[in-house]
């Protein structure tokens, strides 16, 4: 069974503060994939970046950053130079491979940022 | 392309009423999911298509929920009877097939409230 696990139920920082989000994932597959979405408070889901298992390449997207680590099943998040528009619920996803692309996915129960001016 | 399009944004019905949710994916999309969200439960895949197929039904609740998609450009998710706890947000998501693995997108959702 796949499970991720997102440890930090709310993080609370003022504005300009550099914040990193835990992700943690569980799975027997060799092939996955890890996605990271935003869920503002208007309540769309965004998606913010995919990782497949096989590339641990970290990336850096203007102010977001993560960090993917298989020694250690971890998929972080880093907000640098946080601003209040940022505010919002974090989701981790993990998907097995389908063969054609990611499956369904399994989401962590998300962290809760808030950024205060 | 306007994204994924669900309707009704908001539907408020009653105990033993039917209620369905419908959704259009994203043009040329192979790939349609369903999931809910609920302050217990978090996000749930609930089932997904591939190419208007039912791939995996095993996260529907019960058998009140059954989904359809009788063609490429439409899904219904429909719950019948149902029952206050399953209040929740209804999310559709499509995605295009890609051996490197693409992004679900996702709609606006359905906020469900059964009284």
């Known amino acids: 069974a796949q499970k991720v696990t997102q440890a930090q139920t709310e993080i609370s920082v003022v504005e300009k503060e550099d914040v990193t989000l835990d992700c943690v994932y569980e799975t027997r597959d060799t092939t996955y994939y890890l996605f990271w979405y935003k869920q503002p408070p208007s309540g769309e889901l965004v998606f913010l970046i995919r990782r497949n298992s096989f590339d641990e390449q970290n990336e850096i997207s203007g102010r977001y950053s993560w960090n993917f680590q298989k020694s250690t099943s971890s998929f972080n998040f880093t907000i640098t130079a946080s601003q209040v528009v940022d505010s919002a619920v974090y989701f981790c996803?993990?998907?097995?491979?389908?063969?054609?692309?990611?499956?369904?996915?399994?989401f962590g129960k998300g962290t809760h940022l808030i950024i205060q001016p | 392309d306007a994204g994924v399009i669900q309707s009704p944004r908001h539907e408020v019905t009653e105990m033993g009423q039917e209620v369905t949710l419908r959704c259009k994916p994203i043009?040329?999309?192979?790939?349609l999911f369903w999931y809910r969200q609920t302050m217990m439960r978090g996000l749930e895949l609930l089932i997904y298509?591939?190419?208007?197929?039912?791939?995996?039904d095993s996260g529907m609740p019960e058998d009140r929920f059954s989904a359809k998609m009788p063609n490429a450009s439409f899904s219904t998710l429909k719950i019948q009877p149902s029952e206050p706890r399953d209040s929740a947000v209804y999310f559709c998501?499509?995605?295009?097939?890609?051996?490197?693995?693409?992004?679900?997108?996702f709609g606006q959702g359905t906020r469900l409230t059964v009284v």
């Open positions: 298509f591939n190419n208007n197929v039912p791939i995996d």
């Open positions: 998501a499509s995605r295009q097939i890609d051996v490197g693995g693409t992004e679900a997108f």
């Open positions: 043009s040329g999309h192979d790939y």
């Open positions: 996803a993990l998907s097995r491979d389908s063969g054609g692309g990611a499956d369904g996915l399994t």
